[in-house]
Nanobody
């Protein structure tokens, strides 16, 4: 099974940038599409971005499209989320997870299709 650890969160001013990392253990990392989700206090967890096994295909939530970039380095067993032009509404705990179903526009936005969730990393954007 894949085990995931997120890092890179912190406090940043609106308009600033952060890069989150998700480090995976296990030898099957490249077999999974990887997704980022986020959850604000008292809110439901929501889809942010996903990347295919080889890194050739990505999808983004409308709220982050054009500002965030997901990437992966399979040689390092790591997936990244570059977050630019951050807004206060981006404040949340960010989680990464592995897609267990087929990669399609409908499956990648559904958190029930993901497993091996990390512990999350806090991102706080001040105004």
């Amino acid at each position: 099974q894949v085990q995931l650890v997120e890092s890179g969160g912190g406090l940043v001013q609106a308009g600033g940038s952060l890069r989150l990392s998700c480090a995976a253990s296990g030898r099957t990392f490249s077999s999974y599409a990887m997704g980022w989700f986020r959850q604000a206090p008292g809110k439901e967890r929501e889809f942010v971005a996903v990347i295919s096994q080889s890194g050739g295909t990505t999808y983004y939530a409308d709220s982050v499209k054009g500002r965030f970039t997901i990437s992966r380095d399979n040689a390092k067993n790591t997936v990244y989320l570059r977050m630019n032009r951050l807004r206060p509404e981006d404040t949340a705990v960010y989680y990464c997870a592995a897609l267990r179903s087929r990669f399609s526009p409908s499956t990648v936005v559904d958190e029930t299709n993901f497993s091996s969730w990390g512990q999350g990393t806090q991102v706080t954007v001040s105004s």
